[in-house]
């Protein structure tokens, strides 16, 4: 799978849009983009995944730049629960589901 | 909505004991997986099980582990002769059994071995 890189941390406002960025310049054409969080050393919770295509859920939009080089996971309306360490996940799609998971970026939502 | 049972939430045990991690996947998933966080490090994958086999497993899931999904509806994780280095968060996590769907996670198992 490819590798991901992501800031370490950022901070946001409440009520604002987070913007979370992600680079994965080596993504093959065959790799989706996954996203998940982590909630203060809770289980990883899945947010949303794509491959070339934006995606839109209840949760969050994913933006994924043409050349596909790079994604943003966007939380529209950040909450004081969204703080949480936020992982960018590439692979390939298989039956196989081995998430490789990264140092992900710590996102801390403030009031 | 479905989720992903652990039990106990936490377990001490001493050095050198057998603990039994139990996990209620979601019921209608088919793929099964152990997940280990050492405190302050990254989620790490020990091993995928699918169709009452081990389908991948991670160079951590050495021979002191074991999984077995006894009856139908719990799935385990056997640590055999705990080490210090085996403390640690263990998540459960369950999969439909078809590409592009996502992995549900419990909320983990804190095990301390002292």
């Known amino acids: 799978d490819a590798k991901t890189t992501q800031p370490p941390s950022m901070d946001c406002a409440e009520g604002r849009a987070a913007n979370l960025p992600c680079n994965h310049s080596t993504i093959s054409g065959n790799e989706y983009v996954y996203w998940y969080r982590q909630i203060h050393s809770q289980g990883p919770q899945y947010i949303i995944h794509?491959?070339?295509n934006n995606e839109t859920n209840e949760m969050a939009s994913l933006i994924i730049t043409e050349d596909r080089k790079s994604s943003t996971l966007i939380l529209p309306h950040a909450t004081l629960r969204d703080t949480a360490v936020y992982y960018c996940?590439?692979?390939?799609?298989?039956?196989?589901?081995?998430?490789?998971f990264g140092a992900g970026t710590t996102v801390t939502v403030r009031a | 909505e479905p989720e992903v049972t652990q039990t106990p939430s936490h377990q001490v045990t001493q050095m050198g004991q057998e603990v039994i991690l139990r996990c209620v996947p979601i019921?209608?998933?088919?793929?099964f997986y152990w997940y280990r966080q050492i405190l302050g490090q990254k989620v790490e994958f020990l091993v995928s099980?699918?169709?009452?086999?081990?389908?991948?497993k991670s160079e951590i899931f050495d021979d002191q582990f074991s999984v077995e999904r006894p009856d139908g509806s719990n799935f385990t994780l056997k640590i055999r002769s705990t080490k210090l280095e085996d403390s640690a968060m263990y998540f459960c996590?369950?999969?439909?059994?078809?590409?592009?769907?996502?992995?549900?996670f419990g909320q983990g198992t804190r095990l301390t071995v002292v």
């Open positions: 099980f699918y169709n009452n086999e081990i389908s991948e």
């Open positions: 019921s209608n998933h088919l793929y």
């Open positions: 794509g491959l070339k």
């Open positions: 996590a369950s999969r439909l059994d078809r590409v592009e769907t996502e992995a549900f």
């Open positions: 996940i590439v692979r390939v799609e298989s039956n196989d589901y081995k998430l490789s």
